[in-house]
């Protein structure tokens, strides 16, 4: 079976720190893989998504960024954290329509 | 653009009675999904429901039911005999293919179900 993994589960950065949140999916091959953010209150906002090595999608401009070294895993970046970018941010795969999303991220900018 | 509006910030509903969520769209797409996805407050996101556009047949997955109108791009969703466990928030979201199936999300509406 499938199994989607996003670590860390929260993390506390201060405002102009690097940014790494990592995604891996387990017993698939070639999935497309998304990153979305959920602020406090709101909806989920589509960040990335690819649908295979090499090939990213930004759907929002911002200064984060996206990569896919392998082809089960995601990583989102930054190199200096925002205020703003504070929120719950969720991994998702999928093989053809529907998706199926990890445990997600707390992260906390101060 | 594709946009998805949930009018209803909040709703309740009794415990063993029937709720409806209110989901409209707006895409130039012909060929596309619509799906209700459930985070309760685990934060998990659970796939509820999906519907095809090029279906007519209403999607039904036991208690779970959708109203799908193509033409008035509409998607609610109906709760039958509601319990406890569905209190949660329900996002209705829309996906295509150009787009690699990226969910586009509405902001939700948070249902509780009351003993």
Redesign the interface.
């Known amino acids: 079976s499938q199994t989607i993994h996003q670590w860390p589960a929260t993390l506390v950065q201060p405002v102009g720190s690097p940014l790494s949140l990592e995604c891996t999916v387990e017993g698939t091959s070639n999935p497309?893989l998304?990153w979305?953010r959920q602020a406090a209150g709101?909806?989920?906002?589509?960040l990335f998504?690819?649908?295979g090595i090499g090939q990213i999608?930004s759907?929002v401009p911002q200064n984060l960024s996206a990569s896919r070294p392998q082809d089960r895993q995601f990583i989102l970046s930054s190199k200096k954290l925002l205020l703003s970018d504070s929120g719950?941010y969720?991994c998702?795969w999928?093989a053809?329509?529907?998706?199926?999303?990890g445990?997600?991220t707390r992260l906390t900018v101060t | 653009a594709q946009t998805v509006t949930q009018s209803q910030p909040e709703m309740s509903v009794q415990e063993a009675e029937t709720v409806t969520l209110s989901c409209t769209y707006d895409t130039s797409e012909n060929n596309y999904y619509l799906f209700w996805y459930k985070q309760p407050p685990s934060r998990q996101m659970i796939l509820v429901i999906r519907q095809e556009a090029y279906k007519q047949q209403n999607a039904t997955e036991n208690r779970f039911s959708v109203n799908f109108q193509k033409a008035a791009k509409s998607f609610s969703l109906k709760i039958s005999d509601s319990q406890l466990g569905d209190t949660a928030m329900y996002f209705c979201a829309f996906a295509y293919s150009n787009s690699g199936y990226a969910l586009n999300f509405g902001k939700g509406t948070s249902l509780l179900v009351t003993p």
């Open positions: 497309n998304y979305y709101r909806g989920l906002q589509l998504y690819s649908v999608s759907e719950f969720l998702a999928s053809s329509v529907e998706q199926y999303f445990p997600g």
